[in-house]
């Protein structure tokens, strides 16, 4: 399991402009994409909670992170808790990068060819 760079107090107590620059920093000597999403994520939570100066914290490490680096199971999942950072065109082109229509249609392939193979006979059914 990583080493966690903050302490849950550390994140919730330290002020704006600190955990700029330590997460920016991590990031720089990490690259661990995975982790820094995370991170600002908990950011987030913190606007969330009432803390008004963390709206859009960090937008440019975010941008940079989704559009410029590839692809990671984390950006999937955290996807939609980043959609004010982007235009609505860099939003689409997002979700078009994160999830390609390619494994949507093969995957919806693979489920009416079954719906299908359910009713056709043994020898007539799709592969």
Not at 46 to 56: C, T
Request: proline share 5%; glycine share 2%.
């Amino acid at each position: 399991m990583p080493k966690q760079p903050f302490t849950p107090q550390q994140i919730f107590n330290l002020k704006l402009e600190t955990l700029k620059q330590r997460i920016s920093d991590f990031y720089q000597e990490t690259q661990d994409s995975t982790m820094t999403l995370k991170l600002i994520l908990s950011l987030r939570v913190r606007y969330q909670l009432g803390a008004e100066e963390f709206a859009l914290v960090l937008k440019d490490l975010v941008r940079q992170l989704f559009l410029h680096t590839k692809a990671t199971r984390t950006m999937k999942r955290y996807f939609y808790y980043f959609a004010e950072y982007f235009e609505d065109v860099e939003w689409a082109k997002l979700g078009v990068k994160l999830f390609p229509v390619r494994k949507f249609v093969e995957k919806a392939k693979s489920v009416l060819g079954a719906q299908i193979a359910r009713f056709l006979p043994a020898k007539a059914a799709v592969p």
